[in-house]
């Protein structure tokens, strides 16, 4: 081979990947942040449960995913229509199907492949059948397109529910399907060609001759000609009648054009994602970022129809007077950054999700907020009291639009007129009069048998994590009582919100659990007592965890443990004490403990907060290490890229914010909490149209600590900065570096507040 065609293929080597480099640039350059959403991230699950991939519109009321166990699920169990729940509550199901009519089924269980799953989009083929999927919705209406691929065979479509009622007339099917009580979901369904035959089917027999399928398990089939070979269906959803389930897909689908639904909805998502526009960073970076932030916005769901919604609370329906009513809102997981997040993002749309919770409180028999509600009510799960941190948090942060008076009356409530014991809707009981006298809730000693009825026997006392949880509720309460003037009530919840240090040992600088007696539990070990979930005495995770959950006042907690030095080793050793025993004994006992870096628990969301607590201690550059190694060991872009479960938004609002280089650490202070930034540029847009820019020169996976800072053009040293600095705008500044700067919001001065604006450390 000569020289000169050597370099002739050189250069056309050359001149080829020069093209393809170009065209991946320009590529790159044209993804929009919806491009970078994955939502199979997380698809499996490390121990619990996993991320599921959830085709909707933000907070919109239909959303689906596949029915099926996780990714690794080989069966398609039908396809679906509505899911009411974060967890897989599903109503009615589709299955389309070809073949011999004695095969048909309720709900085929279909073999399938070359699937996509897009926020906006989904397609899907059912191999056995021959069939390709594809789907779209809207927030209250969907459509799907089927292409029957198998010549000379009878197409199918069935629809079927639970308890309800369905009737088939013509080309539409509606009706009803009970969920709880007198919760009921209707649907409105279209196909733009008419069957040739319809009626109920039930135990595997297809009554052609009855159009109303009525009580359980109530199912419907059509069939068209054998020619037909493509096949749209559209359908609306509603909690208030069948009439408003038409109404609404005729406002949002007036046609069978799916792609014209998709394109909308690709729209949406844009325009929502792009709120928060990066540059820089990874590619990998880049799709946990925007995954993360799709994440965030699946819930709480908006049930308003037109003006109105259908409450659990008093099985009315009711106007919603021009503000719309959410639901859906597991708040043990949200408040801590998911709701701080939206109060950046769309503080109008946050306003109509506080205003829902205090319709709730209004409509809820003991004037109590919600704990957790969802579609079907309050469900109170997990510990504590956290919507009075939600209130807080948004007044503390200068929203208005809500009666604060009223807020506080129903957040004195929940602490006040239900039992504090987990996972109960029962009234006060013996454990809550002893708490309000004593500042405590008292463990049981290892064999001692419960006596108090409130207590859920599964879920236990949670005797240290209720006291914690039960000091930061009422510190939010007592700055709910400031806001109103009420001054004795402000001073008498603030000295409450230091029962915390009733649990503390001085002698080990843990939360130790007392008996009824005021005597520490023992012998005691801070991994492992505590029973399943360590729920005797914690919640979900031990007292390694637990130790730390002091968000209101994490400088009293460094006084408390001696001293910053003894503050930052004990940090240091939550991240490296190992785990005690191998791996299958420590979750087969703490399974929600997840995503472990030592005793740190990145997989559950009491932890979230912890590593900024460096800041507290004049170490904010251990904080930068550590977010940076936390995110990248545990949120990647695949199938097990979330380390825990992930409930609305909990742990993915952790990483949003982590990620832009600030964190809340405390719900109801105004302050967030210098990390280190992931991306070089990022654009906020804030609710009021201004935007918050924040520049990271130099950043790169190398360079994560921070050098210098300047906050709207002023040299900044403090490890946080208040919502004030950027609600109206501004401008954040750092320079980054590989190397770490022990000096940089190291001094005295610089340390975050506790309690308050003023510094009480």
Known sequence: MTSRFLKKILCLLLFCGMCAM???????????????????????????????????????????????GDYTSGKLHGLPVLQISHRGSFVFNLSPFQGDEADLARVMDYEY??????????????????????????????????????QNTVPYLVLNGGNGELTVEGNTVYGYQNIWNNLKVYIYMETDVTPEQSGVFRDGKWNREKRKAEGDDICVALSWSPALSSLNVRYGVSYISVDQAKKNLKREIPGFELETVAEEGRR?????????????????????????????????????????????????????????????????????????????????????????????????????????????????RMNCNHGVSVMADAWCKGIRDFDLREAYAYA??????????????????????????????????????????????????????????TSYDQWCLSRMAAALGLEHEAKHYLDCSY??????????????????????????????????????????????VYRWDVQHNAGDLVKLMGGKEAFVRNLDATFNEWLG??????????????????????????????????????????AQHRIRSLVHQWFRNDLMGMP??????????????????????????????IGSPFFSSIELKLSNGKTLEIIARNCSEENKYIQSAKLNGKVWTKPWFSHEDIVNGGKLEFVMGNRCNKEWGSGAEDVPPSLGMKNNN
């Open 644 to 673: 825990g479960d992930e409930d609305g938004g909990g742990l993915s609002a952790f990483v949003v914010f982590s990620m832009m280089g600030f964190y809340p650490v405390t719900p109801g202070l105004p302050v967030y909490h």
């Open 412 to 469: 004195k409530n929940s602490l006040e007129k239900k039992t504090l014991a987990p996972w109960s809707s029962a009234a006060p009981g013996w454990l809550d009069s002893f708490y309000m006298e004593k500042g405590y809730i008292p463990a049981l000693c290892p064999g001692e048998k419960e006596t108090v009825p409130e207590v859920n026997s599964w879920e236990k006392r949670q005797a240290v994590a209720v006291t914690l949880g």
């Open 113 to 150: 492949d070359n699937e996509v799953v897009k926020p906006y989009y989904y397609k899907v083929d059912l191999c056995d059948q021959q069939l390709h999927v594809d789907f779209a919705p809207s927030r209250q209406s969907a459509i799907y397109h089927f292409d029957y691929r198998r």
């Open 499 to 544: 029962n915390y240090r009733n649990l503390f040992n001085p002698q080990t600088s843990f939360f130790h659990p007392k008996d009824k007696e005021g005597k520490f539990i023992e012998p005691f070990d801070y991994r492992f007592s505590g029973g399943m979930g360590a729920r005797d005495y914690y919640g979900e995770n031990n007292a390694w």
């Open 268 to 380: 949406i998502w844009n325009e929502e994602l792009g709120k928060i526009r990066i540059s820089g960073g990874t590619e990998n970076d880049r799709h946990v970022f925007y995954t993360s932030l799709y994440r965030c916005l699946e819930r709480p769901v908006c049930v308003s129809e037109d003006g109105r919604y259908f409450s659990v609370y008093d099985n009315k329906v009711h106007d919603d007077g021009g503000h719309a009513y959410y639901t859906d809102d597991w708040v043990w997981d949200s408040y801590r950054a998911a709701h701080p997040l939206r109060i950046l993002l769309d503080a109008p749309k946050h306003t109509d999700m506080l205003r829902s919770f205090l319709r709730m409180a209004e409509t809820d028999g003991r004037h109590c907020l919600p704990n957790f509600p969802e579609i079907t009510g309050d469900s109170r």
């Open 581 to 622: 025993r191998p791996k299958y004994e420590f979750y087969a006992q703490l399974p929600d403990h997840t995503g472990n870096v030592g005793q740190y628990s990145m997989g559950n969301e009491p932890s979230l907060h912890i590593p900024y607590l460096y800041n507290y201690a004049g170490a904010p550059w251990k």
């Open 22 to 68: 170009k065209q991946q640039i320009v590529a790159a350059s044209k993804a929009e942040p919806v491009d970078y959403v994955n939502p199979y991230m997380g698809n499996i699950s490390h121990l619990l449960v996993p991320t599921y991939p959830i085709v909707h519109l933000p907070n919109s009321m239909l959303r689906v995913y596949p029915q099926r």
